[in-house]
């Protein structure tokens, strides 16, 4: 144990040496003049550090400021031969650690020991702290940075505390969501059986966690997926749960069942398709070999002719079929979107009819896409009928283009939007409801009386421009029109450049 003493009478610091000695604290390393025991403090870990004291008023001390400076937690001891009610107290209170007369050096060691065994457990006692501060900022650390949320609950349901995630997912500002109830942000399912003894605890969760219907802050409910865990601290219940928001998962699993359902549906309507075709060229033909036949009677020359136009009828289904199956030449190059919306703009005028007005909004400058250029003739054409039939009374139809945006709106979801083409076909007709707009792209989904439709259109639309790489959305409410957003990518990017 390495003790450093400074004493300026060569007599007594070896006496203190000899009671030191004799303690089994060992020898202290003893200095007489103040500026080798300033140049000491720093040279060695000492256990404690003493120093003479001679005055018998309190006046300070240079090694006791020294010490105090240099090494703030290392014990320090006065040894003095001056007595006074008030001296030791003075001393104490000036820094030092105890006050030790040297003619009661007996009590020396005692004061030595405390001394250090105090300083020994404040030390242990900061790095304890320190440790427990460390790992506290860990666990905030690791809940701050968490993309998941974390809340946890006392047994009445209400929310003690909750990490940033929690706070975004369910859109409460920070600090918002404590006090919260859990039953206000995870309303639990009608019939859900509650614990009487912890009413929080919910029902039994499934083996990776349990889905159910959140809700935010604006009231708007969303799906989520949580896992929760129950935890007893000093002699409280509590349960924390790690909340994820899975509304992106529910989209994009809706998104591929009704991709494997098109796909599925597709590979029947080729099959459909082919099929037809080969009863079409019998009929076709036999058809053609009664017209060219002079004996045929002017009646059944007529039939014959009815039959034909009724085959062309069926060829455009089938065109259709083959088109919604990919199954017909799709030819795709680089063009200019808006010159080849100008060249149909004459026959989406006559399919519209004189009774509804046809704006083109486009953009002024090229909007290259790699696509085929018939197959987009067939979107549009698709589109500008449906519109026709939901304005029976006539109204407006808007094409519009844009560069880099969903034309109408925003797309925040969209990649590379500033090289992406936007098209969008917008009317003021009757709009769709709810129920319809769920089902519009469904194969032979159509709300047209017999005869009149064949619920091709708009499954073609999406499997055309599934093809070109790019999707479709739709804005639309009964009454207030309906408007198709499509979005492509543009040349350079659909051919990797």
Known sequence: MRLLYFETCASEAEEVRDALACSGFGEPCVTSRLADFEASLGQEAWAAVLAEYRDPQWRGHPALQLARKRLPATPFIFLSSATGGDLAGACIGAGATDYVLKSRLWRLPIAMRSAIDTAESRTALSRVKAALQASEAEEVAILSTMTDGVIMLGTDGSIRMANPAAERIFGYPPGGLVGVSVRDVMPEPDGAQRDATHPAAPAPATAGGREQTGRRKSGDPFPVEFAESTIDISG???????????????????????????????????????????????????????????????????????????????????????????????????????????????????????????????????????????????VLVNLVVNARDAMPQGGTLTIRTRRGARPGGTDAQAADLERSIGLSVSDTGTGISPEVKSKIFDPFFTTKPAGKGTGLGLSTVHGIVSRCKGRIEVDTMPGKGTHFHLMFPSAELATGG
């Open 236 to 378: 409280r219940t509590y349960f924390t749960r790690v909340v994820r928001d899975i509304s992106a998962r529910k989209e994009l699993e809706a998104e591929l069942a009704h991709a494997q359902k098109m796909e599925a549906t597709g590979r029947m309507a080729a099959a459909v398709a082919h099929e037809i075709n080969n009863v079409m060229t019998v009929v076709s033909g036999q058809s053609e070999l009664l017209l060219g036949t002079d004996s045929v009677p002017r009646e059944v020359a007529e039939g014959l002719k009815t039959i034909d136009r009724a085959l062309e009828r069926v060829q455009d289904l089938v065109h259709q079929l083959l088109v919604f199956s990919r199954r017909n030449p799709f030819n795709p190059h680089t063009f200019d979107l808006n010159e080849n919306i100008r060249k149909s703009e004459s026959m989406l005028r006559l399919l519209l009819g004189r009774q509804s007005l046809l704006v083109m909004d486009l953009e002024e400058e090229p909007l290259p896409v790699f696509a085929d250029p018939a197959q987009m003739d067939q």
